[in-house]
């Protein structure tokens, strides 16, 4: 059986049995069944309860054993010790149990009490997902154990040891314009691991991108040499848990397992061509980036265009910038030339980084930015262009229209110098509310158009350095 | 080296050590194509005519005990010795020596001087999550205070090794900066693979040994040699 067909019952289930729902409707499993069917969820559901006979509107069953179809999907939050029982009493008619519940080997006294879940697993014939997890998000099954999420299947496949971790990333994911292949919360990883998850994206057509939270790798072997022998045919980012002698000791307390060496995890990503982040911002930064952008291993990205308003904000980019081994460095006098030509207004930059304040971009209600640009990418031969816009500088002071239209133009540019400059937009602001509501309008918009929008300068560097290691590497190695 | 010999890891083993001697370490290196000095043991003073015949000078002295972990702390290592009467004479130096009394002696190793050179260290380490890592660092400060140095998962290809050399702080004393000569690249990416690559030591060993260290591979211009060597098994 190809690893595929392996996990399909996991992330598209025809069916899904459901342990602990109560009569009453309040516990989690009544949410995750309330939450399934919201999400579209068109297969069979199963409650399992010993005494009642229907739970939620549905019939109910007294075992795993005793659904009408085989179970694709179980989902399992009750007290840990009654479990094992319940897995071995499947008998093979259960494709996948997810056990929610905690009380295993993340504490010393529950240590047993995983093994003895393990090995139940396996007499009941399935793949044990957890315990101590959250559950999935599976857009292509329309199973969801998050509240929110997006509705738009995606590149990005997720597995995540942690279940409020993995629930952050669909939830801040959504707000970002992340769009998933999946999510998968494995938890103590008493069967199935991270190394399992990666090497079903890597082989799923969906998957683009990868993106995993680790605290332990107890299969460290197995995990290298799924990455070693992809050869970075799809960009791993990795959110390692666990990397200092302090988060080891939180991590083992969390996970009940002892974390790898951080100098082991530096070693693996520069052989394989992975990328180690260290907050869940930088994960989602980083993801996003190549959500959006395709790599260009023969243009590994090296020079970047910084464009936008804000003198300070420019600077203090440039030499962020550097720090990351990117090169923000003037135009040549050619380039400079042609942009003098535009006869822009006192106070505008037109070296590199392109300092333009408001007065400069809303000429024209905003299209004077196709000049410039037009000539950056025609002149300046950039990897990368990034356009920042403090918002709070526009707001009062311009037509509504002038940033959708310094967007269009920059796009109209891409389009006419196609494969020419990856293109990533900053959009800045302050916090104030109503400012933020206009900012995420329009972000909408530019991830609606497939440009990758950040906060600001410095995360937007960030993830275009992992983009340029990755380009990097594969073009060393191809 | 004798490729007749039994292999050194299984011969510890069996003899129930929980290391290699450096003797040992010196042959699996060699039998890895590793170049070490050419060395005879002599058991005692007797032998050392025989032994000194058939090596160049200058050689050095190091004493071979199982109880002895640090050799030149001990007074256990002479180097220098152009004669068999000066190398007699250190052996005897030794034998009195306090921290080398009471230790059991299996004999001593008489070897032949490395030329000059850069000082290396070549390691490796078995993790318990991922198996073998193979690491290189400059020598001396650059490893003990500094804490220069690379690692890399087993099997490494040759552009992890020429990675692993690039990424030192120190990279660029190896070229030769300060009118010194530089070492050979070539020479040490050929020993990190025996080492750390596809066939390599570590990775034929790896279910034997726990940690290796070659320190000081001395690397000339020209060539690199393994000074020293130990191998913790386990």
Known sequence: ????????????????????????????????????????????????????????????????????????????????????????????????????????????????????????????????????????????????????????????????????????????????????????????????????????????????????????????????????????????????????????????????SLAGDDRVWIALARQTGCMLVDTLDQFIDTLLIFQALAPRPQRATQKVVLFGNGGGTSVLATDCYARLGLDVTPFEDNTIGALAELKLPPGTSITNPVDCPVGTLQQEDGRVAEKILDIIYAQGNPEALVMHLNLSAFVGRTKPEVLDNLVAAAMRVQEKHPGKAHFILVLRSDGEPALEARKREFRDKAVALGVPVYDEMANAGNALAALATFERFKAARA | MSTTKENPVIAARRAGRNALDESAGKQLLAAHGIKVPQSRVAKGLADVDAVMKGLQAPVVVKVMSPDILHKSDAGGVKVNLRTATEVRAAIEGMINAPKIKGARIDGFLIEEMAPAGHELVIGGLRDPQFGPLVMVGLGGIFVEILKDVSFRLCPIARIDAEEMLTELKGAAILKGARGTKPASLEAIIDVLLKIGGENGLLMQHAGDISEADINPLIVSDTAAVAVDARFILG
């Not at chain 1, 069916?15 to 109560?22: E, P, Y």
């Not at chain 1, 008998?91 to 993340?106: D, I, L, P, T, Y």
């Not at chain 1, 199935?192 to 799923?204: I, K, R």
């Open chain 1, 1 to 256: 059986m190809t690893i595929i067909e392996q996990f399909t019952p996991l992330f598209a289930p025809k069916t899904v049995a459901v342990i602990g729902a109560s009569t009453k409707g309040n516990a989690l499993p009544n949410v995750f069944i309330r939450r399934i069917r919201e999400f579209g969820f068109s297969g069979d559901i199963y409650p399992i309860h010993p005494g009642a006979t229907e739970i939620d509107g549905l019939p109910a069953y007294k075992s795993l054993a005793d659904t009408p179809k085989p179970v694709d999907y179980a989902y399992i939050a009750v007290s840990g010790a009654q479990i094992p029982a319940m897995l071995s009493a499947a008998k093979g008619h259960v494709r996948f149990a997810q056990v929610v519940s905690s009380g295993f080997g993340e504490v010393d006294e529950g240590k047993g009490l995983q093994e003895e879940l393990a090995r139940a697993a396996r007499a009941g014939g399935m793949r044990l997902l957890g315990p101590n997890c959250l559950g999935i998000y599976t857009l292509r099954g329309r199973v969801t154990s998050t509240e929110i999420g997006p509705k738009e299947v995606g590149p990005v496949g997720i597995v995540s040891q942690s279940g409020g971790l993995g629930t952050d990333i669909i939830r801040r994911g959504l707000s970002r314009g992340l769009k998933f292949s999946g999510l998968v919360t494995v938890g103590n990883c008493a069967d199935v691991t991270p190394s399992d998850l990666l090497e079903f994206y890597f082989a799923d057509p969906q998957t683009k991108v990868i993106g995993m939270y680790i605290e332990t790798a107890k299969d460290g072997r197995r995990l290298f040499d799924i990455l070693r022998n992809a050869k970075a045919a799809k960009p791993v980012v990795i959110l390692k848990g666990g990397r200092t002698q302090q988060g080891l000791a939180a991590a083992a307390s969390h996970t009940g």
